[in-house]
């Protein structure tokens, strides 16, 4: 396995962690102080789920090099799924916690932060999975032109079909 690889694969480990620790504390009730402070900002928690979230479909991405599978013929971007999965169960989980409230604005801006983050990763991820199987890592060159051709969806394994078209 790559040193970039292991690296992107700590980086969401360590992002998970971190949102994982914020949503025990908040169930907990245990960062009133800091919920209080991020409410008082205007549309301030749906920007915290946009950016927190998204930024854990980012990572995650990166770690699995933007992998899609296709189901029905639609391709499903493996890492944001899993997000996903785990974001709705737990904010569906919040209707049986006390100091917490399910919110649909919540889920929409997780939604989008994963789209969009999410997107981006996948895309990086997979330029630089492209770039690796090429051995041009680190070029500048590579990381540019290593994505998919005009009218190719961005999700998928494009780095496998990049290398198949350099052969």
């Given at each position: 396995m790559h040193t970039e690889r292991r690296g992107a694969i700590a980086?969401?480990?360590i992002v998970s962690l971190a949102l994982a620790t914020l949503v025990v504390l908040a169930d907990a009730d245990r960062i009133t102080p800091l919920l209080v402070f991020v409410h008082g900002v205007p549309l301030g928690d749906k920007l915290g789920h946009l950016v927190l979230i998204g930024l854990l479909a980012?990572?995650?991405e990166l770690a699995t090099g933007g992998r899609s599978v296709?189901?029905?013929?639609?391709?499903?971007?493996?890492?944001?799924?899993?997000v996903l999965a785990l974001v709705v169960?737990?904010?569906?989980?919040?209707?049986?916690?006390?100091?917490?409230?399910?919110?649909?604005?919540?889920?929409?801006?997780?939604?989008?932060?994963?789209?969009?983050?999410?997107?981006l990763g996948a895309r990086l991820g997979a330029q630089r999975e492209c770039s690796l199987a090429r051995?041009?890592?680190g070029s500048v060159r590579s990381t540019w032109t290593a994505g998919p051709?005009?009218?190719?969806?961005?999700?998928?394994?494009?780095?496998?079909?990049a290398v198949k078209r350099s052969t």
């Open positions: 980086l969401a480990a980012l990572v995650v296709s189901i029905a013929r639609v391709p499903i971007r493996i890492g944001s799924a899993v169960l737990e904010e569906i989980s919040q209707r049986w916690v006390p100091t917490r409230s399910f919110d649909c604005g919540d889920l929409a801006a997780d939604v989008i932060g994963i789209a969009v983050l999410g997107t051995g041009t890592h051709r005009a009218g190719e969806p961005i999700v998928g394994d494009v780095a496998q079909r």
